[in-house]
């Protein structure tokens, strides 16, 4: 793994490491940053890396269900997501207060974006992929000089496949049906 430095790498993305797998990789072109594990094949808990750094994210709560992010080995949150009703809008509010919005930016939902409440584009998730998930991602300039994004970046990324995950249980349930 290289280390991250946002101001050096171009186009990133994010590559499930194999079609059952639940383990992701942050790529940019061959190299690889970043990591985001699942612990199990079930469940939400989840551990990412990137350059030194590493944290837990984790799923709680049915029906006002929220995802938090701590330093690895820590208790005290770092950031807390809550979806909107909907499923495609949500909050994340940083330890410091600040909130950020995720949002879906395409109809079938195959585009996601992060934004500050004033609505600046930070990071942009692309889905790509069917058999293996993954996404492009494009940083904004000014999002590059953020302490915090590469958490961000995991953090985003693990809220994005747990919706998926979900909408791929809905699917098979309506299927079922």
């Known amino acids: 793994m290289i280390p991250f430095d946002p101001s050096q790498h171009g186009s990133l993305e994010w590559r499930q490491t194999g079609a059952w797998s639940r383990s992701y990789e942050l790529r940019s072109g061959e190299s690889h940053i970043g990591t985001l594990e699942f ?6 808990l989840a551990e990412s890396r990137i350059s030194g750094a590493a944290w837990s994210f984790k799923r709680t709560g049915f029906f006002h269900p929220k995802a938090t992010a701590r330093v690895l080995g820590s208790d005290q949150n770092l950031a ?3 979806p909107g009703w909907s499923g495609h809008k949500g909050l994340i509010t940083l330890a410091g207060g600040e909130r950020l919005i995720l949002q879906v930016t395409s109809f079938w939902g195959g585009g996601w974006a992060l ?46 496949v747990l919706h998926q995950l979900d909408s791929d249980a809905a699917a098979v349930v309506v299927a079922a049906g």
Do not use: C, K
């Open 115 to 160: 934004l500050t409440e004033a609505g600046q584009s930070l990071v942009r998730f692309q889905n790509r992929g069917i058999i293996r998930h993954g996404a492009g991602v494009d940083v904004d300039m000014d999002a590059r000089h953020r302490h915090d994004l590469a958490l961000l970046l995991t953090f985003g990324w693990y809220i994005l």
């Open 80 to 82: 807390e997501y809550e």
């Open 39 to 44: 612990s199990s094949g079930f469940g939400s």
